[in-house]
Nanobody, 122 residues
Framework: QVQLVESGGGLVQPGGSLKLSCAAS????????MSWYRQAPGKRREFVAS???????HYADSVKERFTISRDNAKNTLYLDMKTLNAEDTAVYYC????????????????WGQGTQVTVSS
């Protein structure tokens, strides 16, 4: 069982930056895939970025060159560094874990955090 807790969300002006964190209840070193998803009001949850222990990182086209996903195994924490934010980035951001990596490229993993709200507005 993996428990995930996101933090770092908030209100930011367009063009600003924000860094999200996702703290896991235990070691993440053996978790093959960790990802970020987001859900805007009235929209479906969508993939943002993932980090695979072998394959590396992958990003949605809408966030490429602006967002950076990283993991610190020593701190059991996943991060999402977001820059040049715009209104379309407003959403609840969720952390996701797929320990076996068997769902990579197919669907999200079985474990979710509760989400953290990011609002981009002037």
């Amino acid at each position: 069982q993996v428990q995930l807790v996101e933090s770092g969300g908030g209100l930011v002006q367009p063009g600003g930056s924000l860094k999200l964190s996702c703290a896991a209840s235990g070691s993440i070193s053996s978790i093959k895939v960790m990802s970020w998803y987001r859900q805007a009001p009235g929209k479906r949850r969508e993939f943002v970025a993932s980090t695979h222990t072998i394959v590396g990182t992958h990003y949605a086209d809408s966030v490429k060159e602006r967002f950076t996903i990283s993991r610190d195994n020593a701190k059991n924490t996943l991060y999402l560094d977001m820059k040049t934010l715009n209104a379309e980035d407003t959403a609840v951001y969720y952390c996701n874990a797929d320990p076996s990596g068997n769902k990579y490229g197919i669907s999200s993993g079985d474990y979710w955090g509760q989400g953290t709200q990011v609002t981009v507005s002037s």
